[in-house]
């Protein structure tokens, strides 16, 4: 921005693409070609084909990625659901009870996910709400970490939002739950839609709080590909992590395209 030479722009953009390059690509490229190899002792992966995706889509891979796809989407309703709330009441009450609600609601981005793990590990392990050995700690310790972006997701589109909108609907004699479902609500659909994306693919990559809770009836697939990589089965994890990866993007895709739907009504 600040170089004006033609030669000063290119090496610019080539010293940008160079950290794309390692940073980003490498890694990405590195993982999909083991994903295909056999063995990988010189500069390039050898013996390529498909055993090892086909292994991670069959058996125990294949039940850990249904897990990990069933967690996202309960994870990101939940988390929708109360974060959308949440924004809605914040948006209402006094500026000191706001700013308590934000540093409420994000006290997980501040702090380490196995933190929370532990925390909901010991919170829900004992009577009356016993969840540990169970599925729904896991689906818990996930809401607990993406509710942070929901809530700020909708709150920030709530701001962007002009009040006219809510002013001209009462004037005309419509009731706050009408004004909530039929122009607060419709206004949200692409926040909305942006925040279970966001929701659904944290979820999908979460390991830090999901190793300290899930039980063996309820492995996710990260979860899976640490236990490949910790056992030596680098090629087998390259595989799951490339399905882990694909599967996230689809999920990103469809639900870009509703939220594009939405915002175009």
Not at 259 to 264: H, I, P, S, Y
């Amino acid at each position: 921005m600040l170089v004006w030479t033609r030669r000063g722009k290119a090496v610019v953009l080539a010293v940008f693409a160079l950290v794309v390059l390692v940073v980003f690509v490498a890694p990405f490229a590195t993982v999909g070609a083991a994903a295909f190899a056999g063995h990988w002792t010189g500069a390039l992966p050898s013996d390529l084909g498909f055993a090892n995706l086909g292994r991670a889509l069959s058996g125990e891979q294949a039940a850990s990625l249904s897990v990990s796809l069933q967690t996202a989407l309960l994870a990101g309703a939940i988390s929708l659901v109360l974060g959308t709330w949440a924004a809605l009441a914040a948006r209402e009450a006094p500026r000191w009870w706001r700013r308590c609600t934000d540093a409420v609601f994000h006290l997980p981005v501040a702090v380490p996910s196995v933190a929370i793990g532990l925390g909901v590990l010991i919170a829900f392990n004992e009577r009356p709400l016993l969840l540990g050995g169970t599925k729904w700690i896991v689906i818990l310790a996930h809401s607990v970490l993406v509710l942070a972006y929901a809530f700020s997701a909708v709150a920030a589109a709530l701001d962007r939002i002009d009040p006219a909108y809510r002013q001209a609907a009462e004037s005309l004699g419509a009731g706050p739950v009408r004004v909530l479902c039929q122009v607060t609500l419709p206004l949200l659909l692409p926040a909305l839609g942006a925040a279970a994306g966001l929701a659904v693919a944290l979820s999908m990559g979460e390991l830090g709080a999901t190793i300290m809770v899930y039980p063996a009836t309820w492995k996710t697939l990260p979860v899976s590909i640490f236990t490949q990589t910790d056992r030596g089965e680098v090629f087998d994890a390259a595989a799951t992590t490339t399905v882990l990866v694909l599967v996230t993007l689809t999920a990103l895709i469809l639900l870009g395209r509703l939220r594009g739907r939405a915002a175009l009504r």
